[in-house]
């Protein structure tokens, strides 16, 4: 089993942006080309909520919550085992701990189900506020 680590949280004044990058590592024979990507948020009291999904390979399907589309973009860079996540015009409502997960899939496959994701990463804190 491999490891997901995230960065590039932080504290950021509502309007300002942040990219999330989510790193593995620990593989041996297989690589996260294979695996589709969610990031996935968590606010205090609340439910975890899917964010944004990408396929494996290519990422050639992606997939955000309404409520980021617009602001957010994901992508992934499989030669540095990697997949960022750039938001901008954040807002107070965006404070939470995200979350990355990998779901080893078929091509094209995304879901924003996280139950459906069984590697993740311990989580960066994002909190917008002036």
């Known amino acids: 089993q491999f490891q997901l680590v995230e960065s590039g949280g932080g504290l950021v004044q509502p309007g300002g942006s942040l990219r999330l990058s989510c790193v593995a590592s620990g593989f041996t024979a297989d690589y996260l080309f294979s695996y589709a990507i969610g990031w996935f948020r968590q606010a205090p009291g609340k439910e975890r909520e899917g964010v944004s999904c990408?396929?494996?390979?290519?990422?050639?399907?992606?997939n955000s919550t309404d409520s980021v589309k617009g602001r957010f973009t994901i992508s992934r860079d499989n030669a540095k085992n990697a997949a960022y996540l750039q938001m901008n015009d954040l807002k107070p409502e965006d404070t939470a701990v995200y979350f990355c997960a990998a779901a080893r899939a078929v091509s094209g496959w995304v879901s924003m189900n996280a139950a459906q994701y069984n590697v993740w990463g311990q989580g960066t804190q994002v909190t917008v506020s002036s």
């Open positions: 990408i396929s494996n390979r290519d990422g050639s399907t992606k």
